[in-house]
């Protein structure tokens, strides 16, 4: 039986020798399939997940790949499709491609997520930028036996949203005369939506936006020493009060989040080679 160490190591293998010549990166990029083409981004080649052994793939991930970009004059490793806890994927197996990063030489990663918000500031179609999470998860990706040589058993989390790379991304932002919603993002498992009452305790808590992805990889990353941030698609309003006002079909909700996620998308695909540049 291979131990989680080596099915790392195997994987991380894999990824390195599809490389392009000269390609070394030390930053990465984790984003939703989908996400609206961003320009100033030169795919110099990929390698499908289903081609890497030990990626462990659902039917919501099977498509996705790795893609080896030129971004800012950097070289820029993408995975291209995240993995869903809701899919069925296992923490320690979204854990198990955060320790590839680690193990390729990353040491600042960049994961953009799609949520809804609870704060009623925020609207759909816009940018949040994380600075903090609250994990309602119910579950760990360090649960279990600690590998010491991925990081350490009781990793600090008073910085786990990086200050010095929020910083500059919010100066990005700032620059380019777009909305800066910082928030903090509540991770549950999903999928279903929320009910009235549960998006007003999730707001109770202070959270800002809700999601069901990025805090096992932050965590994760964190535990590897790798530095994160974190941006979301505002897509879909979980207001209380609000959400049982709304008369929409589900049909109709779609087609406003799918509107929001374009909308989104599209201002982030402008602003990526800035930050990129920043970080």
């Known amino acids: ?28 990029l984790l984003r939703e399939l989908g996400l609206h083409s961003a320009g100033g981004v030169k795919v110099a080649g990929e390698l499908k997940y289903s081609d890497i ?36 994927i296992s923490m320690r197996s979204i854990a198990h491609k955060i320790y590839v990063l680690k193990m390729l030489g990353i040491k600042r990663l960049i994961s953009i997520d799609e949520t809804g918000h609870l704060n009623p500031r925020f609207n759909c179609g816009e940018l949040a930028l994380i600075y903090d999470h609250i994990n309602l998860t119910g579950d760990n990706p360090l649960i279990g ?6 990081g350490v058993r009781f990793p600090d989390m008073s910085n786990a949203y990086d200050r010095k790379m929020f910083t500059s991304i919010r100066a990005v932002l700032t620059d380019a005369k777009v909305r800066v919603n910082e928030a903090v993002y509540l991770g549950i498992t999903g999928p279903n939506s929320e009910t009235d009452a549960e998006a007003r305790f999730y707001r109770d808590t202070g959270s800002d936006v809700l999601g069901y992805s990025m805090v096992p990889e932050n965590i994760t990353a964190v535990h590897a020493g790798i530095k994160f ?6 897509t879909r309003e979980l207001v209380a009060d609000r959400m049982m006002e709304d008369t929409r079909s589900d049909k109709e909700l779609e087609a406003q989040r799918a509107a929001a996620y374009r909308k989104a998308s599209q201002l982030l695909s402008g602003l990526l080679e800035g930050i990129i540049k920043a970080v």
């Open 1 to 28: 039986m291979i131990d989680f160490l080596s099915k790392i190591k195997g994987s991380a293998s894999v990824i390195r020798s599809s490389y392009p010549a000269g390609f070394s990166p030390t930053i990465a």
């Open 53 to 88: 052994p030990h990626f462990e793939i659902t039917r919501g991930s099977k498509t996705g790949c790795v893609q080896f970009c030129r971004i800012a004059k950097k070289d820029v490793l993408v995975y291209n499709g995240r993995f869903h806890f809701y899919d069925g």
């Open 145 to 150: 036996k600690n590998e010491d040589s991925l």
């Open 229 to 234: 941030a974190g941006i979301v698609l505002i």
